[in-house]
């Protein structure tokens, strides 16, 4: 692991004794381009042991992610001294045990379904962990934050069910409120904000409620925050302000339903391309198109950092860096 000059041995001790895991990360998803791949190093010499790596979102053809899945898992497969595809909870606890980065996958939004049920077992057979219901705009499944959302359809109850019965986790980030609260009410099982900040530190369309936020830690789940500047405030990656976002959720969930999810994109040329072309998914008033910053995988030492000068111990922090999601990997999981 890197050790940052700036972070006390009390962090870096944290981080090395705890299962540390980033709930979503953002590579290129051009089919067969693993360029970027070897950069996975990043979250390992951080610290982390797991990362949920993006295959797909709405606004990309569904037919592409299948592409992207392929590749990523053979890139890990070439790679296996150092990385491991995650099947099981158990393969965690092997990842951590060898000292390799756990790799999983997740879904940007129910369109990569193609309208069809049993892509989701499909997609989960190829390692994907958790899906989120909409992402930013309308689709099958229910309503996304940047659009007139008119809450959870009678297929997304459908997709729910299914999710739950193959152990794929169901998520509300970039869901739309009223979509998020059906799926609240009606999930059997935890749901997740795989990465999502509260609405009260920042005033965003992309940020939730304290009401979602309780209504998550009801069902079992777990809120990840992010570390995107504009969902943090006035484009602020410092690592004191997602440690704030992080004692804000803390506060209103309970320490037992807080990880994080720090969204951290490797090709900035990519995005801005994305955001270029669904002006729609991503709207100029929302900020997208002004040089986000992101929080890095290289400050997980700082964030911790920042969380003991707030005065947690060391065993809660441990929960939110991981902990808590093994908890719900293990309820929902098969």
């Known amino acids: 692991m890197a050790q940052a000059n ?4 009390e962090a870096q001790h944290i981080l090395s004794g705890n299962l540390a895991w980033d709930n ?8 067969n381009d693993t360029e970027f791949l070897p950069q ?3 979250y390992r010499d951080s610290g982390f042991n797991v990362v949920s790596l993006n295959v797909g979102f709405d ?5 592409n992610t299948l592409l992207v899945m392929a590749a990523f898992r053979g890139w890990i497969r070439q790679h296996s001294d150092d990385y491991m595809l995650i099947e099981t909870t158990g393969d965690i606890e092997r990842a951590v045990t060898e000292g390799k980065l756990g790799v999983f996958f997740d879904l940007e939004g129910g369109s990569v379904l193609a309208d069809q049920l049993s892509m989701v077992e499909m997609y989960y057979d190829l390692g994907a962990r958790w899906m989120l219901i909409a992402y930013n705009q309308n689709n099958s499944l229910g309503g996304g934050c940047q659009d007139d959302d008119k809450g959870l359809t009678p297929f997304g109850r459908a997709v729910l069910d299914e999710m739950a019965r193959v152990g794929m986790v169901a998520c509300c980030s970039h869901t739309g409120y009223r979509t998020t609260m059906d799926v609240m009410e009606y999930s059997s099982n935890p749901v997740i904000f795989s990465h999502s900040n509260p609405l009260a530190l920042r005033d965003h369309k992309r940020n939730i409620t304290d009401d979602a936020i309780s209504a998550c830690a009801a069902t079992g789940g777990v809120v990840c925050l992010n570390g995107v500047g504009i ?8 690592s004191e302000t997602i440690a704030k976002h992080i004692d804000y959720v803390v506060e209103q969930a309970g320490i037992d339903h807080v990880g994080i999810g720090l969204d951290y994109v490797f090709d900035m040329e990519e995005l801005t391309e994305y955001v270029r072309q669904n002006p729609d998914t991503f709207p100029p008033e929302g900020g997208y198109a002004d040089g986000v910053k992101f929080v890095e995988p290289e400050q997980a030492p700082e964030i911790v950092d920042a969380l003991l000068g707030l005065g947690y111990r060391g065993e809660d922090i441990a929960k939110i860096l991981g902990g808590n999601l093994l908890r719900v990997a293990r309820d929902v999981w098969k």
Do not use: K, Q, Y
């Open 24 to 31: 979503h990360g953002c590579m290129p998803l051009r089919g």
């Open 59 to 63: 606004a990309v053809p569904w037919e």
């Open 6 to 9: 700036n972070t006390s041995i």
């Open 231 to 238: 969902f943090l405030g006035e484009n602020d990656a410092r």
């Open 40 to 42: 996975l190093a990043r």
